[in-house]
């Protein structure tokens, strides 16, 4: 019975193609299918709470949120997209206003290399 059944595995294995797995469930290994709108919704959110704070000059939470929107947008995007910069500058503008220059300059300089990036890409 073990031969019989061991050979009737190997044949089934043998005759799948090498792609087993169906769309369902690798989606559902992924996350959902969703999971890439939400965290770019999540995203959005956390960028336009930190303007609202930023306005408020609430400038700790402003700069709370903005962290989590650069993670979000990082997590997205990848670390060279230009969409980083808006953050990055935010979180620049902050820095600055909280006296953190160093700071202010990493952020600012992140920008810059960003819209390098950009405009090498384009040309």
């Given at each position: 019975?073990?031969r ?13 193609p ?16 969703n ?9 959005t ?7 609202a ?35 990055h ?35």
């Amino acid at each position: 019975n073990r031969r019989k059944l061991k050979a009737r595995r190997q044949t089934f294995i043998a005759n799948q193609p090498p792609d087993v797995i169906t769309e369902e469930q690798r989606v559902s290994l992924r996350g959902g299918r969703n999971t890439r709108d939400i965290l770019k919704r999540n995203a959005t959110i956390k960028y336009q709470k930190g303007q609202a704070y930023f306005k408020a000059a609430n400038y700790t939470m402003a700069q709370k949120y903005f962290e989590q929107a650069l993670h979000a947008r990082l997590m997205l995007l990848g670390p060279n997209h230009v969409n980083l910069a808006e953050v990055h500058d935010a979180l620049g503008c902050i820095a600055i206003l909280q006296g953190d220059t160093k700071r202010a300059d990493n952020h600012f300089d992140a920008v810059e290399r960003l819209n390098k990036l950009c405009q090498t890409i384009w040309l």
